[in-house]
């Protein structure tokens, strides 16, 4: 959602909401991830991991979080709640942390920076920004 969101930013588009935009994940940034399977690399046998922040965010949080790091009002599109999307989501990261010695590093509005950052190095490179 983060890289739809700022492509959405970067030609102009309103970022679509569905539904009320209430509903939550667990954002985390492609490091993070990345450093935990690599960890992962290491252990032996099989294990389910949650890699995640353990922290929930809204789409509406997240919007804002976006705002105020471009510092002006982004525009927004309802759309109806998409038929059975899971409301409310965020993993629990214990056993990453017990097994592995993983903690994510990168906070939500660090990682929206970078992304966003990305996203435009991305646009910059195809000749569209």
Same mark, same amino acid.
């Given at each position: ?17 569905? #539904?009320? !935009?209430?509903? &939550? ?9 990345? %450093?935990?399977?690599?960890? *992962? @690399? ?9 890699? #995640?922040? !353990?922290?929930? &965010? ?9 705002? %105020?790091?471009?510092?002006? *009002? @982004? ?36 990682g929206l920076r970078k ?15």
């Open positions: 959602m983060v890289a739809i969101f700022c492509d959405d930013i970067l030609d102009s588009r309103p970022m679509t909401v569905f #539904g009320d !935009g209430t509903q &939550t994940r667990d954002y985390i940034y492609v490091s993070d991830v990345v %450093e935990a399977n690599l960890l *992962a @690399l290491h252990l032996r046998g099989h294990h389910l991991l949650n890699i #995640g922040t !353990g922290m929930e &965010t809204s789409v509406n949080a997240l919007i804002a979080s976006l705002e %105020e790091m471009l510092d002006r *009002a @982004l525009p927004r599109r309802g759309a109806p709640a998409r038929e059975g999307e899971l409301q409310r989501s965020c993993l629990a990261v214990g056993r990453a942390k017990r097994e592995l010695g993983w903690v994510p590093k990168t906070p939500l509005r660090e992304t966003f950052s990305w996203s435009l190095s991305q646009k910059e490179m195809q000749g569209v920004a």
